[in-house]
């Protein structure tokens, strides 16, 4: 029988992430693992058809989307581990989600990713293509999708 020890979790804040998070808590302490809770800050573009953004704008406002995420991850550590007795590290990360989810796992040595089959990503997955889809095309380890 499978028995994970590190469980990476990527989360986008989202409703579907969330049930993504509970399932992966519930794992984790089935089986004693480690939770390593992700949310990747994708990168600014600081120029987009034929305009072009202040460098020094764009790099506030990517300084400012990592603080505001880095809270939102306190906040939800602090509230799983007002009810539950597991070991939970958390990080933010900037660049592209699937890329950096990829290299976390292999970072922590995950043995196990929990990702929702959809995010905030709406209307524009259909056409730049789904995160949950690279990730499980491409880890290393076993990948449990939650719809």
């Known amino acids: 029988m499978f028995t994970p020890k590190a469980i990476l979790v990527p989360t986008d804040f989202s409703?579907?992430?969330?049930?993504?998070?509970?399932?992966?808590?519930d794992i984790a302490e089935q089986h004693n693992a480690k939770v390593y809770l992700l949310h990747v800050v994708d990168k600014l573009q600081q120029c987009a058809?034929?305009?072009?953004?202040?460098?020094?704008t764009m790099m506030k406002v990517q300084s400012d989307s990592e603080k505001e995420?880095?809270?939102k991850m306190q906040q939800e550590a602090d509230k799983i581990?007002?009810?539950?007795?597991?070991?939970?590290?958390?990080?933010?990360?900037?660049?592209t989600p699937y890329e950096e989810i990829l290299k976390e796992q292999q970072e922590r040595t995950a043995d196990l990713i929990v990702i929702a089959s959809h995010g905030?990503?709406?209307?524009?997955?259909?056409?730049?293509?789904?995160?949950?889809?690279?990730?499980?095309?491409?880890?290393?380890?076993?990948?449990?999708?939650v719809r």
């Open 15 to 25: 409703e579907f992430s969330d049930r993504a998070v509970r399932q992966a808590v």
């Open 49 to 56: 058809i034929d305009y072009c953004i202040p460098l020094e």
């Open 69 to 71: 995420a880095a809270k």
């Open 81 to 95: 581990l007002k009810t539950k007795k597991i070991d939970l590290v958390f990080d933010v990360k900037s660049g």
């Open 120 to 145: 905030r990503t709406g209307i524009l997955k259909n056409l730049i293509g789904s995160v949950a889809e690279r990730v499980m095309r491409e880890a290393k380890c076993p990948v449990l999708l």
